[in-house]
C-alpha cells in the first residue's frame, strides 16, 4: 500500500484519484504478495547454474521451436503461442491441451524439474481455440461501464485457458488509446485513462481470480507499459506502420497522467506480470528503458511480478543483437519474449554476464521475480498441479459462458440516432430485409484476434450471427430475407443494414482515412431508395467516419466487434432489453478532427464521449 500512496502522489493525479487508490482496500489482501513466497524461490535459485538461469528468462515460440527438447538444453521456463501458433494437428480443444501437457512433461524432466510458464493472447476469450467463447473486443466492454461484468468476461476466460492448460494471458490490454487511426484501438477500453483503470483492474481480477493458487485463476499480464496508445502519427514501427510501435512526444507529467495511470490499479490488484511496449517515449525505446523499467514500475510503483517483453522487441533496442540485450536486461527486463532467436539469446546473454556487462544481481532479480511467480501459482507443488485439468472440457464453451458474452453484447451497444421509435422492433413484423457484409460473418463481427492473429471471415468458429440472431427471434409468422448488396428491400417493413470494417490486429489495421467503404454506403443507399425504415449497425474497432450514412439511417447502433453471440444484438433491436451503452471514446466529425479527445480544447465532436440513447 506505501507504494501505491508514493507512486500517486509522483503520478502527479488528481486529488480524488489519489484518494481513490488510498482508500480502496488492496485486493492482494485475499492472497499474499509475490514477496511473500521469495523464501521458496531463493532456495531454488541458490541450487541453479548460471545456465539455468538463463533459461528460466526466455520465453520461446512453440511453433518456432527447433526441438521440443531445446526445453531441457536451454532450461526454458516459458512458451508462448502467438497469434498464428497453432498446435500441429489444428485448433480443437484437445490438440491445445495436447501440446500444453506434452511440453510440460519435457519441462518436468528437467534436473530441477521447473515448469514452464506457457503464453497466450486471450484478449476475448479463449480465442486462438475452435469452440471457445468470444467475448467482445475491449473497446465493446469500455462502453458497459460495467466492472463487475468485466471481471466475469475475464473469469470464463480463464476457465476456458485452464481446460487447455494454459495459464498466463497477455490481457488485459491497458492502452489508453489517443488516435482511433491506431490499429490497436478496439484493445483499448476507452480514450479516458480513469475508466481504462478501472476495467483494468477488473480484467486483473477475473484473471487471476482471487489467487494465483487457485486452479481457476491464470497469470494476467497488463499491457504495454506504457504509452502504447499514444504514439504521434506517423512514427510508427514496421513496415506501413503510421502510429502502431511508434513514439509518444509528451513531457513527462502528461505522460503519467494518461499512460501510465491504469498501471497503479493493475498493481493494486495484484497483477502478477506486465508486458513492454514496443513504443518510445520521446524518442527511447520502452523495452531499452531503465528509468521507466527500474526506477518507475518497479521502484516506485512496487510492482514485484515479472516484466516481460514484447515479440522481438528486443531486437528494435539496438541494430547489434547482443548490445540489444544488454540494454534490455539492464534496463530491467526480467523475461524476453525472443520466438526464434532463443537459441541465439541464451548464448550472448550467457557472454554478456561473463565479460560483466550484465551483473550477476540483474540476473538473479529477474529469475527470482519468474520463481516466486511460478510459486505463487502453485506451479512448483507437484505435477498434478501442472498438468490441463481435463474435467473443465465440460465447461469449454457451454450455454453458461455463451451467456455471459451474450450480455456483455447488449451492454456493449450504443445507440446514435433513434428518429421516429424505429427501434425497438415489433418482433411480429410482416417482413424484415437484413443487408450487408457483415450481417452472416462470424469472423467479420469477431475482429482480429480470434483463431488467427489478423482475424477471418466465415465460420471460423462457433457462434451466432447477427441474421442468425434476428431468425431466431422473430415471430413465426415473420419474414426475414437478406442480401448482401441491400437489394430486394422494397415492400420490407424495415431494413437493417450490418456494414463495418473487416478483421485487422495490431498495425496491419493503421489507417490515414477512417471512412466507410464505399461498398457499405451503396447498401444503406439502396435500403433507403427502398422507401423503408433502415436500421444501421456499424461493426468496427474504432470509431468510423459515418456522416453520410447516419444522415440516411433512421436508428443507428455502435455495435464495436461483438464477438461470437449475436443474439445481444437482436436482444436489443427488438426491445427484450433497452440499449445502456454509453460511447467509450469521442466521434469524430471528420478525420480533420483526429485525434479528438474528451478535455481537448476545441472539442465538437459529433457525439461527445460518454453519449448513448435508450428507449
Avoid at 305 to 317: E, H, K
Avoid at 498 to 511: N, Q, S, T
Wanted: charged share 20%.
Amino acid at each position: 500500500m506505501k507504494h501505491l500512496v508514493i507512486g500517486c502522489l509522483m503520478l502527479g493525479l488528481v486529488a480524488a484519484g489519489c484518494q481513490k487508490a488510498e482508500q480502496q482496500p488492496p485486493s492482494t489482501a485475499a492472497f499474499p504478495p509475490l514477496s511473500s513466497y521469495d523464501e521458496q524461490a531463493r532456495a531454488l535459485l541458490a541450487q541453479m547454474t548460471l545456465e539455468e538461469k538463463i533459461g528460466q528468462m526466455i520465453q520461446a515460440e512453440q511453433a518456432f521451436l527447433q526441438d521440443p527438447y531445446d526445453i531441457q538444453t536451454y532450461h526454458l521456463g516459458s512458451i508462448l503461442s502467438g497469434g498464428n501458433s497453432d498446435p500441429a494437428d489444428g485448433n480443437s480443444l484437445e490438440a491445445w491441451t495436447e501440446v500444453y501437457d506434452s511440453l510440460q512433461a519435457i519441462a518436468l524432466r528437467t534436473r530441477l524439474g521447473i515448469p514452464l510458464l506457457y503464453g497466450i493472447d486471450a484478449v476475448h476469450g479463449h480465442s486462438n481455440v475452435e469452440g471457445a467463447v468470444v467475448f467482445p473486443h475491449h473497446i465493446g466492454l469500455g462502453a458497459t461501464r460495467d466492472p463487475d461484468l468485466v471481471e466475469r468476461v475475464y473469469r470464463i476466460t480463464a476457465i476456458e485457458m485452464r481446460a487447455t492448460g494454459i495459464h498466463w494471458n497477455f490481457a488485459p490490454c491497458i492502452a489508453v488509446a489517443r488516435d482511433e487511426r491506431w490499429g490497436r484501438t478496439y484493445e483499448s477500453f476507452s480514450e479516458d485513462p480513469e475508466l481504462v483503470a478501472t476495467l483494468g483492474a477488473a480484467a486483473v481480477r477475473g484473471l487471476q481470480n482471487g489467487g494465483l493458487n487457485n486452479p481457476l485463476a491464470v497469470l494476467a499480464s497488463a499491457k504495454h507499459f506504457a504509452g502504447d496508445g499514444g504514439t504521434a502519427f506517423g512514427t510508427g514501427g514496421p513496415q506501413g506502420a503510421l502510429l502502431d510501435q511508434g513514439d509518444v512526444r509528451l513531457d513527462e507529467a502528461t505522460f503519467r497522467r494518461i499512460h501510465v495511470r491504469p498501471y497503479i490499479d493493475a498493481i493494486q490488484a495484484g497483477v502478477g506480470s506486465i508486458m513492454v511496449s514496443y513504443s518510445s517515449w520521446n524518442g527511447v525505446k520502452m523495452t531499452g528503458h531503465k528509468y521507466m523499467l527500474t526506477d518507475v514500475l518497479k521502484g516506485e510503483l512496487g510492482f514485484e511480478g515479472i516484466v516481460i517483453s514484447d515479440y522481438n522487441a528486443i531486437d528494435q533496442v539496438h541494430p547489434d543483437y547482443k548490445t540489444a540485450i544488454e540494454i534490455s536486461i539492464n534496463a530491467g527486463i526480467d523475461m524476453a519474449m525472443v520466438p526464434t532467436r532463443y537459441r541465439e539469446f541464451f548464448q550472448l546473454l550467457k557472454e554478456l554476464v561473463e565479460e560483466g556487462r550484465v551483473p550477476m544481481e540483474r540476473i538473479d532479480d529477474a529469475v527470482l521475480r519468474i520463481l516466486r511467480v511460478k510459486f505463487a501459482m502453485g506451479l512448483m507443488d507437484g505435477p498434478e498441479h501442472v498438468f490441463a485439468d481435463r474435467s473443465l472440457w465440460a465447461k469449454f464453451g457451454s450455454a453458461e459462458h455463451r451467456a455471459v458474452a451474450r450480455e456483455a453484447v447488449r451492454k456493449s451497444l450504443v445507440l446514435l440516432k433513434n428518429e421516429n421509435q424505429t427501434l425497438p422492433l415489433a418482433k411480429d413484423l410482416g417482413r424484415i430485409h437484413v443487408a450487408g457484409l457483415h450481417a452472416d460473418n462470424l469472423g467479420y463481427q469477431a475482429g482480429g484476434w480470434t483463431i488467427d492473429w489478423q482475424g477471418g471471415s466465415g465460420d471460423i468458429t462457433e457462434g451466432t450471427t447477427i441474421l442468425e440472431a434476428i431468425r431466431k427471434a422473430v415471430a413465426p409468422g415473420t419474414e426475414v430475407t437478406y442480401s448482401e448488396d441491400g437489394s430486394g428491400a422494397a415492400g420490407a417493413d424495415v431494413a437493417i443494414a450490418v456494414i463495418g470494417e473487416r478483421p485487422y490486429a495490431e498495425f496491419l489495421g493503421d489507417r490515414s482515412d477512417l471512412s466507410l467503404d464505399p461498398d457499405d454506403v451503396a447498401v444503406v443507399r439502396r435500403l433507403k431508395e427502398a422507401g423503408v425504415p433502415v436500421v444501421v449497425i456499424l461493426i468496427s474497432g474504432r470509431p468510423m467516419i459515418i456522416n453520410d450514412v447516419l444522415e440516411m439511417a433512421d436508428a443507428f447502433i455502435a455495435a464495436w466487434l461483438p464477438g461470437s453471440e449475436g443474439d445481444g444484438v437482436a436482444d436489443v433491436l427488438f426491445g427484450d432489453y433497452a440499449p445502456t451503452g454509453k460511447l467509450p471514446f469521442s466521434w469524430p466529425r471528420s478525420m480533420d478532427q483526429i485525434p479528438i479527445n474528451v478535455g481537448d480544447e476545441d472539442y465538437d465532436p459529433l457525439f461527445p464521449f460518454g453519449y448513448g440513447l435508450t428507449y
